[in-house]
Structures are given as C-alpha cells and as structure tokens.
C-alpha cells in the first residue's frame, strides 16, 4: 500500500490548510466541514454532527459483519504559534501543535487508498473531536461512533523517533492520568499578625512539598509515577493573609498498583494537612483518562503493517510507557485496538509537541496514510 506524489501533495495541502485553519475542542466546525467535504470529493459519504463535531464515514460491502475503525483526532491546542512556516495559524491562541492536521490528513489519505480496494469487510473512519480535553473519545463512544467494530486503530505523530519508523508495542504505552484540584480554607488577617489568621499560602506551600515525597517513598521505584501541581492560585496583595488556596495538579502512573497508592497517599497527606495547619481542605478528582492498552492480537496486525509500509527493522518499541495520556484508551476499554507512533523527526531543529514552535516532518503524511490502509487491509486477512 503505498501514496502517489499525487496522493502526497493532496494529503499536505489537507494538513497545511487545516494547520492553518486550527480550530479547539469541540469547536471543530469548519474543520468537519472540509472533512465531509474531501470525503465526498472521493466518493465517500460521512455524517457529520456526532458528538458536536465528530465526523463518521463508512466504505465496503454491507452483506458483512465484520467492521474495522480507524481514528484520527482534528482538535488544535490554545497556543499561540511562533513557528514562522508560510501556512502558520492565522488564529492566535489557537495552533496545531500535537500534529492532529497531519493525523486528519493521513486518514483522508487512507480512505482515499481504500476507496480504491476490493473490500471484503467494512472500514469505519472515525474523525473525533476533542483529544485534548481528554473527553472526545468518550463522547464518539456515547453517540454510537464504535457500535458494531471489531478494533480499532489510530497512529499519533512522534517527532522523538526518526522518519521511516514506527513505534508499536503491546500492553500499556499511555499512562493514567488522574487529574486533581485542592482548595485550602484558612483564615485571613494582617500580615504582621499571623496568630489571628489561619494561613492557607503556608499551609499549601508544606503540602506541595510533602506531595513530592508520595513518589520517592510510596511506590515501587520500578513502577513509574509522577505528581505535578501545574497551578496553583492564592492571595491579593503582600500583607494581607490568603485565607484560600487553590492547587490543580495530575498523578501520571503506568501501574495499578503504584495509581492505587498515590491516589490513596494524596487522599491522606490532603487530610492530614488540615489538621497540621489547622486549615480545612477538599480533594476533588476531575475525570480520570485511562491507560492505553494495547490489545495483543491488534497489536500484532499493527506491526505486520508497520512491517510492510517501512520495513521489519523500521518497526521499533517506544520502550517504558509514556507518562501522557491519550484518549484512545476508552475505545480500548470497549474493543480490541492499537496506537502506533509515526516517526516524523525534522531534520532542522523544531520545539517539542505542545510547543510554540512544534513542526513534524511532513514525509510522515505518506506513511502514516500507508499504515491506516494497510491494518485495515491486513486485519481482513487474519479473520
Ligand atoms: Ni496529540
């Protein structure tokens, strides 16, 4: 399964309008518009609307049960861009900067492959809004998007890994991402006057400090496992006392049994801190995303396809499992499937993914189209 230059310049003029053009979660609009849009310029007809801004296309033969799912996710990050390319966002605080563009772009390639196939089973294409805020996946799942698949695969641009290869790897290659907020009630008073009040700057400072401890002495220091406070938020000027303090933060882990005893650490450091500084505190879970999980036999038709776009020696592991998350682990939790990463390493020096200044080798549009087709081709053979 391979792309024509023809194919090529199509799929990067996709990719370079929608980098462009990026649009936020669930606000997607003009994006699933020139989805549908060059779906029907192939001759394929989508539905568009599920799940606010999803877009769903169905090909093959309709006296069949079987049914495969391939994913793209469309949803651009609040950024505002400084890579200086001639196709930049033109909208500040908005930028494709997780190469969704290029994952919207491969699919459209793909189904412009397959279209061209003698199917013996469906292929569902599954563009998902929302990736970012962590929730799209669950919102296509409750709007009927994997009803009736089989499995499910996706490909996320990686630019870690060399151009040409793909990671794919069996097991969790995504962490659980338990995302969090703490508020602190004190008391406010004077800043010269300390024992009126009950300091809720103080009391947030000792917690933070202590949370780190969870870390290094709860969890077994072969499971990996991370805590950050990405915020947090308390008082108004030098010398009044906060009387609240706001902290958000996510636990990244890779194992359910270093998750359990994190969550359950924060849980009792949360408590204990009230009492230590004589403060009240709250603990609220925001939701929680889910590892990925790749399922074996999926994984295996993954890498078989890996194999033939770029070769056996081309396929390589991402090693220990990232600490992101990703979304694709609630199709995960329903159905077999597969992740892969596409190696799309530029050769001249550009930011890392959620960056200002991220760029991926666009040579990845081709393989990565390529791969979609091909596991969709290849898992009709296994079954
Ligand atoms: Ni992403």
């Given amino acids: 399964m391979t792309c024509s230059p023809k194919l090529f310049s199509w799929m990067n003029e996709i990719r370079q309008h929608l980098h462009q053009n990026p649009e936020l979660s669930f606000y997607e609009t003009e994006t699933a518009t020139y989805i549908q849009n060059k779906l029907q310029s192939i001759g394929i007809q989508s539905t568009g609307g599920v799940s606010g801004t999803g877009v769903l296309a169905e090909i093959g033969p309709s006296d069949t049960k079987l049914t495969i799912g391939l994913r793209a996710d469309m949803d651009a990050l609040p950024i505002t861009e400084e890579t200086g390319l001639s196709f930049a966002s033109d909208k500040r605080g908005s930028m494709h900067a997780c190469g969704h563009d290029g994952h919207v772009a491969m699919l459209l390639g793909a189904a412009s492959l397959l279209q061209q196939m003698d199917l013996t089973h469906r292929i569902r294409f599954l563009f998902q809004p929302a990736e970012e805020k962590g929730n799209g996946a669950q919102k296509m799942i409750e709007a009927g998007a994997i009803d009736g698949l089989e499995a499910i695969f996706a490909g996320h641009i990686d630019t870690h890994y060399e151009t040409g290869s793909i990671t794919v790897d069996e097991g969790i290659i995504c962490a659980f991402a338990d995302p969090f907020t703490i508020r602190i009630h004190g008391n ?12 809720a700057i103080v009391a947030a400072a000792g917690l933070i400090t202590s949370l780190q401890s969870l870390v290094a002495r709860e969890v077994d220091p072969n499971h990996a496992a991370v805590l950050s406070i990405g915020k947090i938020q308390a008082g108004e000027i030098h010398n009044v006392i906060a009387d609240n303090a706001i902290l958000e933060g996510t636990i990244r882990s890779t194992h359910p049994d270093a998750r ?3 969550l359950a650490g924060l849980k009792r450091m949360v408590n204990g801190n009230a009492s230590l500084y ?3 505190t709250e603990l609220v879970f925001l939701d929680t995303l889910p590892a990925v999980i790749n ?33 694709f682990a609630f199709y995960l939790q329903k159905i077999k499937g597969c992740l892969v990463r596409f190696g799309a390493k530029k050769t001249e020096p550009s930011g890392p993914a959620h960056s200002s200044t991220f760029d991926f080798d666009d040579a990845v549009l081709s393989i990565g189209a390529s791969w979609y087709a091909q596991v969709a081709m290849n898992f009709q053979k296994q079954v």
């Fill in 278 to 280: 004589d403060v009240r």
């Fill in 295 to 327: 399922h074996k036999l999926a994984t295996t038709v993954a890498r078989d396809a890996a194999a033939t776009i770029v070769s056996k020696e081309n396929v390589i592991s991402q090693g220990p499992s990232s600490l992101g998350g990703e979304d």
């Fill in 188 to 199: 406010s008073g004077h800043a010269a006057r300390p024992h009126e009040t009950k300091d």
């Fill in 260 to 262: 359990k005893r994190m």
